[in-house]
């Protein structure tokens, strides 16, 4: 049917509106619906006169939006992650609608044969009255753990839906959370344990295979856990205290049922020693027992029985590190850590600053030398091990990425399959923190971008399962982070044709191949056809490139079309010590961290020329190289004002490359950052300071700021 030219219009109009509702809704549930109601209803309206089949998809949403049944009206979680599957879906819909062609495939998910929501649910509350805030903190942490435990091990089990250790290993983390929940006596999630403890008791027993819809329920309930007690540590902290949040808490128990109702029973159990102990004694309430406080809006079955005692076995092997047998731990405030290495730190300058004073080193007290040595050796180890201690694993963030991948390839109908190396590899705790959402979106932009569909996979001759590589190694004094895919690759012909239809470099730019993939990293580049909720909006990769450059570190890409492409993050160890090279410029000292450092060299006569509009360069390997005299540029007075009797350093930040014209090099130096708070206005080329031997304070140079300083069109003139 002809599509009226108003309708096409005022359809456009009102999906613009229903994407900025979206936008703006909560995506933990809670928003109020009817003004996306009262749109979506609109919408209807607008479309099924001339095309019944569109309208019946719009007037679907409205049914998404109702929500479960409740005092209050709200949009759920799962409705938004649905809407935000449509609302572009339907834009291409209505386009062609406009155009006679044929509506465009349903995704699947939107389509109806998705399985009832998970999400939205029952209001819950999380603290219960007269609760022990040191208590409730505790199993805070210890449910932290525990959520990891099951998050890692059912992935697992999807591969391998019968490995007994697996199994054990989850069984007893379900079983632990349902305990420690039930003595703090909060009602919601310890019957959701329970319940999920039950499907996994099945299939421990071998009544009940994990196929894809039991995995579904098991992580939709470890989802729920995580709401939980990430809204009980805010208000622990004082963040709206007593107030509810929705969880599925119904919609998971009928699900489990159902799973349970279905298995068969008559299935020999499997043999004790497939089963493992659960690790604490204590037996667990039944949920019968504890009256939910109100307004928990769950029901508990009347008499859920006690479970059994487990039969005693070996603990289950798992991939997560645990402290070995007798050894100890203790929790310690962050704040006190980083104040104790912040001492350590003063104690090292303290340290080089005795060492290196005139008197002392021009001592000959052989007793003043040996305890000078030891002084110096105790430091070393002290600062070592003070290091040691803000050191993490980075299993945890690899871990979350295994999630990541299969709720992204289960979007996108991929088969994708993740390979995890390094998980052990240590960096600073800090550095975890921020490395975490740069891989994230890497790790999707892999996934969304990188593998192709299995149709595509098979016509070009590779398995239908794509392959992301998660790696991390230590390299010198840094850790080397690399995301590696088996798809398509980048294509530099399509990257170089959207850089100059967005702006982002002209038609006659000269660009060598490793410059043109470093375009994906431009602000708004986005090669993608179509705006999802995964990718398309031009915002992300020049993000993950200004994150790990604000940690010192760098990011490289090779791709190789039709087989894959690799990132490689370099990142220090540790924010607190860098290694730096000392330089000097005129009567000051400066330190530029090593990582930036290619190489250095005195300028043969010759080396240096002016290019009108580019400024100096320096010839280096066969480059053009943009000189930066950083005596007049810091405005330090005599530095040196001839290339040929000074030293250039070549440092680099991305594809950008740059020679810093120096005094000096006056050696290699591990250094203790100081921040430079508001000393410094922003952009000042300052990365910190630090206090070197001899007393004196030198200025950490930000290489990044300084490569990209725009070359002055009238530079001073070479000597």
Request: hydrophobic residues 45%; contains cysteine; glycine residues 8%.
């Amino acid at each position: 049917m002809t599509a009226d030219p108003t309708a096409v219009a005022t359809a456009r109009n009102l999906l613009e509106q229903i994407a900025l509702e979206l936008a703006f809704a909560d995506p933990q549930g809670g928003s109020d619906p009817a003004t996306l109601r009262e749109l979506v209803g609109t919408l209807a309206a607008a479309v099924e006169a001339g095309d019944p089949a569109l309208g019946d998809s719009v007037r679907q949403v409205l049914g998404w939006l109702s929500g479960p049944a409740g005092d209050a009206p709200r949009i759920t979680p799962e409705a938004i992650e649905r809407c935000n599957a449509w609302q572009p879906w339907m834009v291409e819909a209505v386009t062609a609608w406009e155009r006679r062609q044929p509506l465009p495939a349903v995704p699947e998910t939107i389509a109806a044969r998705r399985p009832a929501p998970l999400t939205g649910g029952e209001p819950v509350q999380v603290l219960s009255k007269g609760h022990d805030p040191e208590i409730m903190r505790m199993f805070c942490e210890e449910a932290a753990d525990l959520l990891r435990d099951i998050e890692q091990g059912v992935l697992v089990l999807e591969a391998r839906p019968d490995d007994p250790d697996t199994l054990a290993t989850v069984f007893r983390a379900f079983h632990t959370f349902k305990g420690n929940a039930g003595l703090l006596k909060l009602a919601a999630p310890q019957l959701l344990a329970h319940e999920l403890e039950s499907l996994l008791d099945a299939a421990r027993r071998g009544t009940l295979l994990l196929d894809r819809d039991a995995i579904d329920v098991i992580l939709a309930g470890a989802d729920a856990f995580s709401r939980f007690v990430a809204e009980a540590a805010a208000q622990l902290d004082g963040v709206e205290t007593g107030r509810t949040i929705l969880l599925p808490v119904n919609g998971i128990v009928e699900r489990v049922r159902g799973l349970l109702a279905r298995a068969p029973q008559a299935k020999a159990p499997r043999p004790p020693a497939a089963v493992a102990a659960p690790p604490r004694s204590e037996p667990s309430p039944t949920p019968a027992a504890i009256a939910p406080p109100p307004p928990v809006a769950v029901e508990a079955p009347p008499s859920l029985p006690a479970p059994a005692p487990e039969p005693a076995a070996p603990p289950a092997k798992t991939s997560a590190a645990r402290p070995a047998a007798g050894a100890t731990s203790v929790r310690v405030d962050t704040a006190k850590l980083d104040g104790l290495i912040d001492l350590v730190g003063e104690l090292v300058i303290a340290q080089s600053m005795v060492v290196q004073r005139g008197g002392v080193t021009a001592a000959t007290d052989e007793h003043l030398t040996r305890a000078l040595s030891q002084l110096r050796g105790i430091t070393k180890d002290l600062q070592r091990t003070t290091m040691s201690l803000r050191m993490v694993p980075i299993r945890g963030v690899f871990q979350k990425m295994a999630r990541l991948v299969r709720d992204v390839g289960s979007q996108l109908g991929k088969e994708i399959r993740l390979v995890l190396d390094g998980e052990e590899t240590e960096l600073d705790r800090t550095v975890i923190e921020e490395i975490a959402d740069p891989l994230v979106h890497m790790i999707r932009n892999s996934a969304d971008h990188g593998i192709e569909p299995a149709a595509d996979r098979a016509a070009a001759g590779k398995p239908a399962a794509g392959t992301i590589t998660l790696q991390a190694f230590h390299q010198g004094g840094f850790v080397v982070v690399r995301i590696a895919d088996d798809g398509r690759g980048l294509d530099p012909a399509r990257i170089r044709a959207t850089a100059e239809a967005r702006g982002i470099v002209s038609r006659s730019t000269p660009l060598e191949p490793r410059e043109v993939l470093e375009l994906i990293f431009a602000p708004g580049f986005s090669t993608a056809a179509a705006v999802t909720d995964l990718s398309g909006r031009g915002v992300g990769m020049d993000v993950v490139r200004r994150n790990i450059e604000k940690l010192r570190g760098k990011i490289e890409i090779e791709s190789v079309p039709g087989r894959g492409t690799t990132f490689t993050v370099s990142i220090p160890l540790t924010l607190a010590i860098i290694e730096g090279l000392l330089v000097a410029v005129g009567d000051q000292r400066y330190v530029i961290p090593t990582l930036s450092v290619v190489e250095s060299f005195r300028p043969e006569p010759g080396r240096v020329s002016v290019v009108h509009g580019r400024g100096e360069l320096v010839e280096v390997r066969g480059r053009q190289v943009p000189l930066l005299r950083l005596g007049p540029h810091l405005g330090v007075a005599d530095a040196v004002t001839d290339p040929t009797g000074g030293i250039v350093v070549v440092v680099e930040s991305g594809s950008d490359s740059r020679c810093l014209l120096v005094d000096d090099l006056l050696g290699r130096q591990e250094v203790v950052i100081k921040s430079l708070g508001d000393m410094f206005p922003p952009r000042a080329g300052f990365a910190g300071a630090a206090i070197l031997g001899d007393g004196r304070v030198g200025l950490i140079l930000d290489t990044t700021a300084l490569v990209r300083i725009k070359p002055k069109t009238t530079p001073e003139a070479a000597a």
